[in-house]
């Protein structure tokens, strides 16, 4: 693990207190997988900051067990030597290839989780954690997702490829000797088509997970008296409230509601330290 700043972790337990410390300084806790800190690493770009915020709001709210929150940010990689690679006209954000640096990131040890910052989670990560299955190098949701849509989010171009989506949420196993190619200069040199449709595994490498933690507005539906079929996490793929053009979208009124939350958990947080709590 190098000694980026994007090594810095926003770890919280289920009391809802966080702190920040290097991911070098966690020590590993004995026990299953479900006892020790669960990573989870979130794409992060500058336009979507709010979204980024309410994402790891969501998840640190509903999880019972331990977790560690890293933002994956562009600028602090390239400054630390760990991404070089000019972005291409196709990159709608700036974890568009970042991504695939998480098993590196996790300094290629246990499980953890890459999801974009456009994801709201509506329920305990623990039940997510409790789906691993070892024999996978990854588990995600395996959409058969064609968008009909030209463009996305505030006018990004939206592109069609096999497997789209599978990767917006990923369970890696971080030490699965698969998972080791990932090195920074794969990730560097790689093309769209190799890292998004995980070229570097054979197809039983992936595991699958229900389409409830990847759900899709606009094209995922859930059926009326059917809790199979509720959502878990929403991916706001297309576009979600913080953008203009999608403030009225499907879930709007959810994604809404946890801002405030999470503006007046901020607030309250500021008004202690105000007063020295």
Known sequence: MSNSSTD???SDTSNGDSSVQSLNDVKPTSGT??????KIFIGYDPREDVAYEVCKHSILKRSSIP????PIKQSELRENGLYWRERGKLESTEFSFTRFLTPHLANLDGWAMFVDCDFLY???????????????AIMCVQHDYTPKETTKMDGAVQTVYPRKNWSSMVLYN?????NKVLTPEIVNSQTGAYLHRFQWLEDQEIGSISFVWNFLVGHNKSVENDPTTFPKAIHYTL??????AWKNCEFADLWVNELEEYKEKKKIVANKAESGI
């Open 174 to 178: 971080c030490g699965h000797p698969k």
């Open 122 to 136: 509506l329920a305990d990560i623990k039940e997510l954690v409790d789906l691993i299955d070892e024999k996978y």
């Open 239 to 244: 576009g979600g409230p913080w953008f203009e």
């Open 8 to 10: 810095k972790v926003e």
């Open 33 to 38: 997988l479900a006892l020790k800190p669960f």
């Open 67 to 70: 977790v560690e929150v890293y």
